[in-house]
Nanobody, 114 residues
Framework: QVQLVESGGGLGQPGGSLRLSCTAS????????MAWYRQAPGKQRELVAS???????NYADSVKGRFTISRANAKNTVYLQLNSLKPEDTAVYYC????????WGQGTQVTVSS
């Protein structure tokens, strides 16, 4: 059974930075897409960024130029570097692994406030 464990997050200041990490454990098919989604209160969950096994990335327009997704395949880990934080980045951030199956992490809170 594949499990995702997220870390990082917390309180960040406007203009500041945070880093999220997500590590997958279990038997993982080598070809997959790892992604970060977020869900703000009262809003639907939305894709923030994704990255394929081969490093092809995709970003939501709202985070382009501010957030960077990366991965370490040998560690089954995906990272999300959040720079130039804005209050509207406040949300629960979820890690996702998609291959022949779809797995979600438990979520980690990111709050941007001065």
């Amino acid at each position: 059974q594949v499990q995702l464990v997220e870390s990082g997050g917390g309180l960040g200041q406007p203009g500041g930075s945070l880093r999220l990490s997500c590590t997958a454990s279990g038997t993982i098919f080598s070809l997959n897409v790892m992604a970060w989604y977020r869900q703000a209160p009262g809003k639907q969950r939305e894709l923030v960024a994704s990255i394929t096994t081969f490093g092809i990335t995709n970003y939501a327009d709202s985070v382009k130029g501010r957030f960077t997704i990366s991965r370490a395949n040998a560690k089954n880990t995906v990272y999300l570097q959040l720079n130039s934080l804005k209050p509207e980045d406040t949300a629960v951030y979820y890690c996702n692994l998609r291959t022949t199956y779809d797995v979600w992490g438990q979520g980690t809170q990111v709050t941007v406030s001065s």
